[in-house]
């Protein structure tokens, strides 16, 4: 009811973790997010709900004693900058950019994941290369042009087509970093 996405990516890893699926540090190995107190805030006021639901399902202290506001709040920061908006392909795109930035733009995705190796990729205005969904959201990295070799792989996390200071001020906002690409160092 109150559009939250992560928190449900967090509500099914705690879940797998209940049912013995997972371990507590699965995801240990990803970027954690700068937080601020605002969103700190708002994240303990989503654990309070989480914990709160697994009591009123009969689970025990002892099954949740990995889920503290610090387990909830790193794994969600984690989870924040790490997600994957997933958008299916139904066939081949002339145009990736062009494809990618009008489904950011009307709202189409089938739901947000984590995907470990795709996690690590490095972001660029000018990417090499983009992640595809393809029919049952198994994730494709697709280039963008001819990659050199030893040429680190970089995909965009954002829409490409803003301008420098919009692109700027998300990437600052929603993943905590500066981009010095050579495009935003150009002043593109």
């Known amino acids: 009811s109150q559009g939250l996405k992560y928190p449900l990516l967090v509500k099914r ?6 049912s013995g699926a997972e371990s507590a540090d699965c995801i240990d190995i990803l970027q954690p997010a700068s937080l601020s107190p605002e969103l700190i805030l708002a994240m303990e006021e989503g654990f309070v709900m989480l914990r709160s639901a697994f009591k009123k399902a009969g689970i025990d202290d002892e099954q949740m004693k990995f889920l503290n506001k610090q387990w909830y709040t790193n794994v969600l920061a984690q ?12 066939g081949l795109y002339e145009d ?6 009008a489904s950011i733009e009307s709202e189409i995705a089938v739901g947000n994941a984590i995907y470990m190796l795709p996690s690590f990729y490095n ?47 998300i990437l600052t906002q929603g993943f905590g970093f500066q981009c010095n690409c050579l495009r935003c160092s150009s002043g593109d």
């Open 13 to 18: 890893l705690a879940c797998m973790i209940i």
């Open 123 to 169: 972001h660029d205005c000018d990417p090499n290369a983009h992640i595809m969904w393809i029919d049952n959201a198994d994730a494709r990295l697709m280039a963008l042009r001819d990659v050199e070799e030893g040429e680190e792989l970089r995909i965009c996390y954002i829409d490409a087509s803003m301008a420098r200071d919009a692109r700027q001020a």
């Open 79 to 90: 989870i924040r900058i790490n997600a994957f908006r997933i958008e299916l392909a139904g």
């Open 96 to 101: 990736l950019l062009s494809s990618a930035a």
